[in-house]
């Protein structure tokens, strides 16, 4: 199969951890006879320090002739007091996702077994692992809605202070496609749904519920599904993860809910995700930031980078038996006790502890050997 990928790394640790996810790709590719062309564009911080704009006409384009994007992480300290239209996350990744029509986010939260020791919570509560799928709306919402800061005067014309808005809106198909997803997951699954919504309080979550009522009703009978305060999911999903199937929920939810989920797992460093349109265009990316503090020290775990790879080749071309390549030789490599400072564990004796670059040479090795 021959496949032309989008290659943005971003700022931050995204270079470093994009350089281990595409040795993966090309131990895959080596194996199994494909080809894949990486088309590297610049995106966030760095590209405003080289065009003046986070986004650049440049990249879009690249990204529109590709058939997926493979993204690694925006942002930093150096960009935040830049204008809102101009910051890596509100000028670049946000568009992006809306440009594209990413309005689906999966965001699996699995735990690998050798890692117990270094989720958070205590080993008796994930016994037997632990496997949720998000599924976070992620071009709608109070991200998008209309926003803005304005000054409220007295009426001799005077600056008393400022007021800030964001407007939360979801309309009902917005709300029905991000639930047929979340059906046709669960449906491959465990069947059972619970959609997280603010509906005691919020007007766009009780439209929230009521839709994904009906639709799960009339379409997916055989999906269970029941009904969350996000406030009440957060608490259920800290103490009694394992009660949780696939979780559907808006925007926002969706972003807070999946950082609480990778720290049950072991550590935001371990999460991947998939944004896809409704042609099945995608962009695959770790849930985590570019953690600046860590930058360019071979610190960063390039796990969730490389795992975004591995949903990469499953969602966007179809390819299962290479992507569950990569999470067996994950497995492996940390059963065999290797790991990144981020996933080590006092609880774990004979560990050997690896920068960004060995984890993925390691991974790659393993898969050498499959
Ligand atoms: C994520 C990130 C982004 C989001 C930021 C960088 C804008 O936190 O993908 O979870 O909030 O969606
Ligand atoms: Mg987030």
């Known amino acids: 199969m021959k496949k032309c990928i989008a290659v943005l790394a971003g700022d931050g640790i995204g270079p470093e951890i994009m350089k281990e996810g595409l040795k993966v790709l090309d131990a895959v590719a080596k194996k199994f006879g494909h080809t894949f062309e990486y088309k590297e564009a610049m995106i966030g911080g760095c590209a405003y320090d080289t065009y003046g704009h986070p986004l650049p006409d440049e990249t879009k384009r690249v990204c529109s002739s590709a058939d997926a994007i493979y993204f690694g992480a925006v942002g930093g300290p150096k960009w935040e007091k830049l204008p809102a239209e101009l910051t890596p996350e509100r000028g670049a990744l946000l568009p992006l996702r809306a440009h594209y029509g990413l309005f689906a986010n999966l965001r699996p939260a699995v735990i690998f077994g050798p890692l117990a020791d270094a989720a958070s919570l205590k080993s008796e509560r ?210 065999d006790g290797y790991r990144t400072g981020d996933i080590a564990s006092s609880a774990r004796l004979n560990a050997t502890l690896l920068s960004t670059a060995e984890m993925g040479s390691k991974v790659t090795e393993y898969i050498n050997k499959m």
């Open 126 to 335: 994930l016994e037997g692992g632990l496997d949720i799928l998000i599924v976070r709306e992620l071009t709608g919402g109070i991200y998008f809605g209309k926003n803005k800061v304005k000054s409220i005067t007295l009426n001799e014309g005077v600056v008393q202070g400022e007021y800030a808005v964001d407007y939360m809106i979801y309309s009902v198909p917005e709300i029905q496609r991000i639930t047929k997803v979340a059906c046709e997951a669960a449906m491959k699954r465990d069947k059972r749904l619970t959609s997280v919504d603010k509906a005691n309080v919020l007007e766009s979550s009780k439209l929230w519920r009521k839709v994904a009522t009906d639709y799960v009703q009339k379409n997916y009978p055989h999906v269970q599904l029941n009904h969350m305060y996000v406030d009440n999911a957060a608490m259920q999903l800290a103490t009694n993860p394992k009660q949780f199937d696939v979780i559907v929920t808006e925007n926002m939810f969706g972003d807070i809910l999946s950082d609480l989920a990778s720290a049950i797992t072991g550590s935001i460093g371990m999460l991947p995700s998939a944004s896809l349109s409704d042609t099945g265009f995608g962009l695959f990316e770790p849930i985590h930031g570019s953690a600046p503090d860590i930058a360019g020290q071979g610190k960063a775990n390039p796990l969730a980078q490389i795992l975004s790879g591995a949903m990469m080749l499953k969602y966007a071309f179809g390819l299962n038996t290479e992507s569950e390549m990569i999470e067996r030789a994950i497995m492996s490599v940390l059963e």
